[in-house]
C-alpha cells in the first residue's frame, strides 16, 4: 500500500513539473517573439533556397555566388508583391473615404428595407460608429490580426535581419548539420542522419509547393477579379493568393475584402455573390486538387491539431504565427516520431501512423509464447 502511494505522489509530482515545464515554454515563446519569428522564418527561407544553391554548385559555381544569386532570386518576387502592395495600397487608402460613404450608403438601405425592420435594426447607422464598437468588442482577436498583418507589412529592419539569418544558415549549413547529427546521435535509439533528412525533404517539398500553389491560385483569382471588373484586383489577388498558406480559415480572411470592395464600388449583390462562388471553387480546387497532388501528405498532421496549432500560434504570435504553425507541427511530429519514448506522441499528431526513425528495438515484435510439448510437459 505504500508503494502504491509512493507512486501515486510521484506521478502527481511529474504531472505537475510537466505543467510548469509547458507553462514556461509557451512564456518564453512567447516573450522572445521578436527573435523567434524571424529566425523561423529565415529557416523556411533557407530551406527554400538550399535547392536552389546546390543546383548551381553542380553547376560547379562557387558557393558565395551561388547563395548571392538565390538570394537575389528570392529578392525579386518579393520586390515586386511589395511594390504591387504599395501601389495599390495607396489608390486603397485614397479612395477609402468613397468606400465608408458607400457602406453607409448600403448598411442604411439595409435598415430600411423588410429584413431590416424585422431585425429592428436602425436607420441612423454609422459605419464609423459601428467600426470603432467593432474594434472595442472585438478583443484580442482583432489585436493578434492587426499585428499579424502590421509584422507582414514592416519591410524595414525585420526584413533586413530575416535576410541576414537566410544568408547566414545558407552558408553555414553543412556545419548545422553536422552539429544536429552530433547532438542527435547522443539520443539512445534516434537515426540522427535519416530524422534530419526527412525533415528536410518535407519542409523543402511544403515550401516549394506552397510557393506554386500560392502564383497559381493568385493568377487564377486576378483573372476572376479582373473579369468581374474589380478595382485594386492586383492587391486582392496577392491577398487571396497569400492567405491560401493558413489552412481552412485562409479563404474566409481573404475574400471578406473583395466583398467589400464589390459591394462598395457599384456592383450588385447578385454580381457578388457570382464572385464569391467563383472564388470559393478556386478554393475548393486548392484544397481537394492542387495541394493533394503537389504537397501531398508529406505533412502528416490530422485536422484536430492542425486547428489547434493555427489557434494556438495566432494567440502566442499572431498572423505570423498561423503561418508558421503548420511547418513546425511537421517538424515536431517527426522529431517524436524519431524517439521510442515519445512515438506516441508522433501517432497522436499524424494524420495515419507515422514510420517510425527508430533505432532496432523499435522494429522488435512482442512474442507469443509458445505452449509447452507433449514430451516436455
Given amino acids: 500500500m505504500q508503494d502504491f502511494d509512493t507512486t501515486r505522489g510521484s506521478r502527481q509530482i511529474d504531472g505537475l513539473q510537466t505543467a510548469a515545464f509547458l507553462i514556461i515554454l509557451f ?103 459601428l467600426t470603432n464598437r467593432l474594434a472595442q468588442r472585438a ?30 544558415m545558407l552558408a553555414s ?23 534530419l533528412d526527412e525533415i528536410t525533404r518535407l519542409i523543402e517539398r511544403f515550401l516549394i509547393s506552397r510557393a506554386l500553389i500560392v502564383v497559381i491560385i493568385g493568377a487564377a483569382d486576378l483573372a476572376i477579379l479582373m473579369i468581374f471588373g474589380i478595382n485594386y484586383a492586383a492587391l486582392l489577388a496577392a491577398i487571396l493568393g497569400l492567405l491560401t498558406i493558413v489552412p481552412a480559415i485562409g479563404f474566409i480572411l481573404a475574400v471578406i475584402p473583395p466583398i467589400l470592395v464589390s459591394l462598395t464600388t457599384g456592383h450588385s449583390v447578385l454580381a457578388t455573390a457570382l464572385l464569391v462562388g467563383c472564388l470559393f471553387i478556386m478554393s475548393i480546387i486548392e484544397g481537394n486538387v492542387l495541394t493533394p497532388r503537389m504537397s501531398g501528405k508529406s505533412l502528416n498532421i490530422n485536422a484536430l491539431t492542425s486547428f489547434v496549432g493555427l489557434f494556438a500560434g495566432g ?22 516520431s524519431a524517439s521510442p519514448r515519445t512515438a506516441a506522441w508522433g501517432d497522436l499528431l499524424s494524420d495515419k501512423p507515422a514510420v517510425r526513425i527508430t533505432g532496432p528495438r523499435v522494429e522488435l515484435k512482442r512474442r507469443t509464447r509458445r505452449p509447452p510439448e507433449a514430451g516436455h510437459a
Fill in 139 to 168: 478583443g484580442e482577436g482583432i489585436q493578434i490580426l492587426l499585428t499579424g498583418l502590421g509584422a507582414l507589412l514592416n519591410a524595414g529592419s525585420q526584413t533586413a535581419l530575416v535576410l541576414l539569418f537566410t544568408v547566414l
Fill in 27 to 129: 512564456w518564453g515563446i512567447s516573450e522572445a517573439r521578436p527573435l523567434l519569428i524571424p529566425l523561423s522564418i529565415a529557416g523556411l527561407l533557407a530551406f527554400l533556397l538550399a535547392p536552389f544553391v546546390r543546383l548551381m554548385k553542380s553547376l560547379r559555381i562557387p558557393e558565395w555566388l551561388a547563395i548571392t544569386l538565390s538570394t537575389i532570386l528570392l529578392l525579386l518576387p518579393f520586390s515586386a508583391v511589395g511594390y504591387l502592395l504599395l501601389d495599390q495600397g495607396q489608390a486603397l487608402s485614397h479612395d477609402f473615404p468613397k468606400i465608408i460613404r458607400s457602406l453607409n450608403r448600403l448598411l442604411n438601405q439595409f435598415a430600411q428595407s423588410s429584413i431590416g425592420h424585422r431585425l429592428n435594426v436602425s436607420s441612423e447607422l454609422d459605419i464609423t460608429m
Fill in 173 to 195: 549549413r553543412a556545419h548545422l548539420r553536422r552539429s544536429s547529427e552530433a547532438i542527435l546521435s547522443n539520443a539512445e535509439n534516434i537515426k540522427a542522419s535519416m530524422m
Fill in 315 to 336: 494567440l502566442i504570435w499572431g498572423l505570423w504565427g498561423m503561418f508558421l504553425a503548420i511547418p513546425i507541427l511537421g517538424i515536431v511530429r517527426i522529431a517524436f
